[in-house]
């Protein structure tokens, strides 16, 4: 079973809060990811990392911000909270080397901006 | 951008019946991957397929990649309240990246 960590588990908060989503995975994978999902719909990739200090923007444009100093950990920022803001988001690693990219999902953050 | 495209998007169906779902695209994937998701939870990778043609068995879960690479289906027999879900395809492309199909909503009732 994949240990990956996200808190909160719920978030809700008001506009023009600065909010940071935790991920920490114990696996040692390099590569780690966020997406964003509204309920049951497909996964937009936002951000992504291949090791310490390694962090890239991912198809879907996203205000938030990312980084990686350590490789369990892949905290996710927005600086000042909108409604628009209003998703699901998930974390995610993959193993170093693995051919197919198979990834290992947190339980995600799922937030409310009023 | 890979698009993937998943049909039906909505399934809802009786105890013990069978299934089908299809993920299709113009595209060439080096390997496609089933997940399903819960709920409030994250999505859970089911099966991984690599080789054009290929079919793998997962209990009543039947995955098979077209020859062509770019399509593939999930088939389930008789189907169960505990296979409710969101399934969602994958595809991995160059860069070791992955596109997700938009899902296919499942609901067995008993």
């Known amino acids: 079973e994949a240990d990956i960590y996200q808190t909160p588990r719920y978030l809700v908060i008001g506009t023009g809060k600065k909010i940071t989503l935790e991920c920490s995975q114990t696996m040692g994978h390099d590569k780690m990811y966020w997406y964003q999902q509204d309920p049951g719909m497909e996964l937009h990739l936002i951000h992504y990392?291949?090791?310490?200090?390694?962090?890239e923007k991912g198809d879907l444009s996203s205000e938030s911000t990312v980084s990686r100093i350590r490789t369990e950990h892949f905290p996710l920022t927005l600086e000042s909270a909108r409604p628009s803001h209003t998703s699901q988001y998930l974390c995610?690693?993959?193993?170093?080397?693995?051919?197919?990219?198979?990834?290992?999902f947190g339980p995600g953050t799922r937030l409310t901006v009023l | 951008t890979q698009l993937l495209e998943q049909s039906p998007q909505f399934l809802s169906i009786q105890e013990g019946e069978n299934l089908t779902v299809y993920c299709n695209s113009s595209?060439?994937?080096?390997?496609l991957q089933w997940y399903r998701q819960e709920p409030g939870e994250g999505p859970v990778l089911l099966v991984t397929v690599v080789t054009g043609g290929e079919v793998k068995k997962l209990k009543r879960l039947t995955f098979q990649f077209g020859d062509a690479r770019k399509d593939s289906s999930l088939h389930i027999t008789a189907a169960q309240p505990g296979d409710t879900g969101l399934y969602l395809c994958?595809?991995?492309?160059?860069?070791?990246?992955?596109?997700f199909g938009g899902g296919t909503r499942l609901m067995v009732k008993p």
């Open positions: 995610a690693s993959s193993e170093p080397g693995g051919p197919y990219n198979e990834q290992f």
């Open positions: 990392s291949y090791g310490v200090n390694s962090t």
């Open positions: 595209s060439v994937f080096s390997s």
């Open positions: 994958a595809g991995a492309y160059a860069g070791n990246m992955l596109t």
